[in-house]
């Protein structure tokens, strides 16, 4: 499988070429343009209970589509995600990776959809019980609003909860106040992530929740 991202940073799109017998799993609605003879089957995401959990209590899709390629020549699509951003690539032999709810936009062969726990207190603030994790040894992309950061964390290290893309599973998370109660509510930062460990974290530049703000202020 090839593939090339363009129109990075603000409108990224994976271009993707499929050699025969090759293929490509995807989020649901994530296809823009594709080959006509590309075969498409549509799965529940994970299998049926994980995609159920996936979907109520973790925020995700409960299907995933995996295009195809069964001719004898190279046939092509284009993946795309559904907000203004840029788009990543991970190469899971390096490690498994945990993905934000709707941060998931393709994985090739050889990756497990799967879930890691993500406590109550990340249900409480609206980011699902369960975080998406992928393993195995092919590549996975991932999206986010604005521009994506990687960072490497050791000890403790805080983000805005809108900013937290993905995460190494080693790496401990949590839901709190950025500060007391009363200077978390004034100061508008409110709810953040407290990470705990050693690993790598990715981080989007705009928050969705940030926007949406914005916007409902502006709605007279």
């Known amino acids: 499988m090839k593939y090339d991202i363009r129109y990075k940073p603000a409108f990224a799109a994976i271009f993707v070429t499929l050699d025969p017998g090759e293929s490509i799993t995807a989020e649901a609605g994530a296809m823009t343009s594709m080959d006509a003879q590309l075969s498409i089957q549509t799965k529940?995401?994970?299998g049926l209970i994980p995609a159920l959990l996936k979907k109520f209590l973790g925020g995700e899709s409960l299907f995933v589509n995996t295009f195809t390629n069964r001719t004898q020549q190279s046939l092509r699509l284009v993946l795309t995600q559904s907000t203004i951003g840029d788009i990543g690539r991970l190469d899971l032999s390096q490690g498994d990776i945990c993905l934000q709810p709707g941060a998931f936009v393709a994985h090739s062969a050889g990756v497990k959809m799967g879930l890691q726990w993500a406590g109550i207190k990340s249900w409480l603030a609206g980011?699902?019980?369960f975080k998406l994790k992928l393993s195995g040894s092919g590549r996975a992309f991932f999206g986010c609003y604005g521009g994506i950061t990687k960072k490497q964390i050791q000890g403790e290290f805080i983000v805005d909860s809108g900013h937290l893309?993905?995460?190494?599973?080693k790496i401990k998370?949590?839901?709190g106040l950025a500060g007391g109660l009363v200077g978390s509510v004034t100061s508008g930062e409110g709810l953040v992530n407290r990470l705990a460990g050693t690993g790598d974290i990715y981080?989007?530049?705009?928050?969705?929740?940030?926007l949406v703000r914005y916007l409902r202020s502006q709605v007279k």
Do not use: T
């Open 44 to 46: 529940f995401s994970g």
């Open 127 to 129: 980011e699902g019980l």
């Open 165 to 169: 893309v993905a995460y190494e599973p």
């Open 173 to 175: 998370m949590s839901i």
């Open 203 to 210: 981080l989007q530049s705009r928050s969705i929740d940030g």
